[in-house]
C-alpha cells in the first residue's frame, strides 16, 4: 500500500508546490471574504515604505461549464461506485482568486513605449499556488533594477488552486447560486481562458500598449500553448500582442504530442475523485506533509537546502485550505488533462516567427520520474522488446531539439541552477534568464 500511495504521490507533484510564509511581510486586510473583493480590488500589499510594493489583488472569473468535457461525479445512494452528474446547459462557475502583482516603473519613463507584462503560470499538484513564484517576485522587488520601459509581473492561482478552489454554480434555472463542494474535471482550455481574462484586465488598466510574455512551469506548458493556439484564432481579443513564450522545466515532448484521449481522462478523474483520491490525499499531508517534503527533496530539489524551511508548511497549509478542495486540480492533472493535443499548435509556432519560444532549465539533469499518465502500464513483453532495440547513441528529444529541428537558433535554451523547480531554487539566475529573453 505504501508503495502504491507514493507511486501516486510521484504522479502527482510533477507539478511541485513551493512555500507561502513570505520571509517579507505582508499586510493583510482583516475582511477578507472567500466571496466578495473588497472595494479598492487589493487584498494586501507590502509595507508602505517600500518603493514597489508587491499586491496581491482578487478578481473574478466565470467558467462556462461543457457537460462532455468538465464532468462532476457524486456517489451514488444505494450501491457503490460514482455517478457523473448531469449539469444545466448555461451552467456556469463563477471563480474568485487571487494574484500577486508587481509593477516595475521604468526610472527614465518613455511615452508609447509598449509596457511588458510577464504572466506566471504556476504548477499544479499538491499544495500548490501562485506562491511558487514569491521568491521571484521578491529577488525582482529587492534588485531595483532599471528597465527600458515599465515591467509588470502577474502571478495568479490557477483554477482548482488556492484561492480559486471555492466557485459557486450559476445557472439561468437556479436562482440560489450555490457553493460546490467537488469541482468538476477542469482542462486546458478553462485554464487558458482564464489566463486569457487576467491578460484582457491588465490592459484595461493600462493605456500604453503591452506586449506579454507567458512563463508557465513543468506540465502546466500546455496551458501557455492553448493561449497561443486561441489568440491565433482570434487575434482581436487583445490590444497588445504576445510576443513571447518561456518555458521552463518542460515537460517531454511525447507527453505534449500524443493524442487526447478525453474519455480515459474522464474515467481516470472519477476513480480519483472517490475513495482512491481521498486515499492519496490523506498519505500526501499526514504527519503534518512528512512525505511531501521527503519526495520534493528526492525527485524536484537539486539540493534540499534550495526548498526552503518553508517548503512542507506552505504545501501543507495549502493543500488543507478550502477544506482540500485544491484536491480536485490535481487529480485532473493527475488523470492526464493536461498531457497530449498539442501537435497542432507546436507545429504553428515552428512556421511563424511572431511568438518568440524559449526555454530555461535547471542545471541539475536528473530525470524526474513523476508521471501523469499513472494508470499506463507497459506490458512486460514490449518494455523486454523496447530495451533490446534502443540506440545508445540516439539523444531523446527534447523540447528544444523539436523547435531546433531545422533552425539550431530558433529557440535558445537557458541553463540556471537548481532542478525541476529553477524559478524556485535560483531566483536570481531565473531573473537574468529572463532579462536576457524578454526585458532587454
Known amino acids: 500500500m505504501r508503495a502504491l500511495i507514493y507511486f501516486f504521490f510521484a504522479v502527482a507533484v510533477a507539478g511541485f508546490g513551493v512555500e507561502r510564509k513570505c520571509s517579507y511581510p505582508l499586510i493583510r486586510q482583516k475582511e477578507c471574504r472567500i466571496h466578495g473583493c473588497s472595494d479598492t480590488n487589493l487584498f494586501s500589499t507590502h509595507s508602505e515604505d517600500e518603493e514597489t510594493p508587491i499586491q496581491v489583488r482578487c ?45 516595475i516603473e521604468a526610472k527614465d519613463k518613455v511615452e508609447d513605449i509598449p509596457i511588458k507584462a510577464i504572466i506566471l503560470i504556476q504548477p499544479i499538484g499538491v499544495g500548490i499556488g501562485r506562491w511558487y513564484y514569491d521568491r521571484l517576485l521578491h529577488e525582482f522587488q529587492v534588485s531595483q533594477k532599471d528597465y527600458k520601459s515599465e515591467v509588470i509581473l502577474v502571478a495568479p492561482d490557477l483554477l482548482g488552486c488556492g484561492t480559486a478552489c471555492s466557485p459557486m454554480m450559476v445557472s439561468s434555472k437556479n436562482d440560489a447560486p450555490r457553493i460546490l463542494e467537488k469541482l468538476p474535471l477542469l482542462q486546458v482550455k478553462d485554464w487558458s481562458s482564464q489566463i486569457l481574462d487576467l491578460m484582457q484586465k491588465i490592459e484595461s488598466e493600462n493605456t500604453n500598449d503591452v506586449e506579454f510574455c507567458i512563463i508557465s512551469n513543468g506540465g502546466c506548458v500546455p496551458i501557455a500553448l492553448d493561449v497561443v493556439g486561441k489568440l491565433r484564432h482570434e487575434r482581436n481579443q487583445l490590444k497588445g500582442k504576445l510576443t513571447h513564450l518561456i518555458f521552463s522545466a518542460t515537460p517531454s515532448i511525447s507527453s505534449l504530442l500524443k493524442p487526447k484521449d478525453n474519455e ?46 518553508n517548503w512542507r508548511p506552505q504545501c501543507f497549509q495549502t493543500a488543507r485550505a478550502n477544506e482540500g478542495k485544491s484536491r480536485y486540480s490535481t487529480f485532473a492533472f ?16 515552428k512556421s511563424q516567427n511572431e511568438i518568440k519560444v524559449d526555454i530555461i532549465t535547471g542545471g541539475d539533469k536528473r530525470e524526474n520520474k513523476a508521471r501523469s499518465w499513472f494508470w499506463q502500464r507497459t506490458p512486460k513483453a514490449k518494455k523486454v522488446q523496447d530495451e533490446d532495440t ?20 530558433f529557440v535558445q535554451e537557458i541553463f540556471t541552477g537548481g532542478r525541476r523547480c529553477p524559478a524556485h531554487e535560483d531566483s536570481k539566475g531565473f531573473i537574468t534568464a529572463i532579462e536576457s529573453l524578454f526585458l532587454q
Open 59 to 103: 478578481t473574478s472569473f466565470r467558467l462556462p461549464l461543457d457537460n462532455e468535457l468538465n464532468t462532476m461525479y457524486r456517489r451514488r445512494k444505494f450501491i457503490p461506485g460514482r455517478t457523473k452528474v448531469s449539469l444545466e446547459d448555461d451552467s456556469e462557475l463563477l471563480f474568485e482568486y487571487e494574484y500577486n502583482q508587481l509593477n
Open 264 to 309: 480515459k481522462v474522464a474515467k481516470s478523474y472519477r476513480t480519483l475523485s472517490g475513495t482512491v483520491g481521498n486515499l492519496f490525499w490523506w498519505y500526501a499531508l499526514r504527519k503534518e506533509g512528512k512525505f511531501l517534503q521527503s519526495f520534493s527533496e528526492k525527485n524536484l530539489a537539486s539540493k534540499p537546502e534550495n526548498l526552503g524551511e
Open 334 to 349: 493527475l488523470a492526464g488533462a493536461l498531457n497530449g493535443g498539442c501537435t497542432d499548435i507546436l507545429e504553428e509556432l
Open 390 to 409: 534502443v540506440d545508445e547513441g540516439k539523444e531523446e528529444t527534447t523540447l528544444v531539439t523539436y523547435f531546433n529541428d531545422n533552425d539550431s537558433s
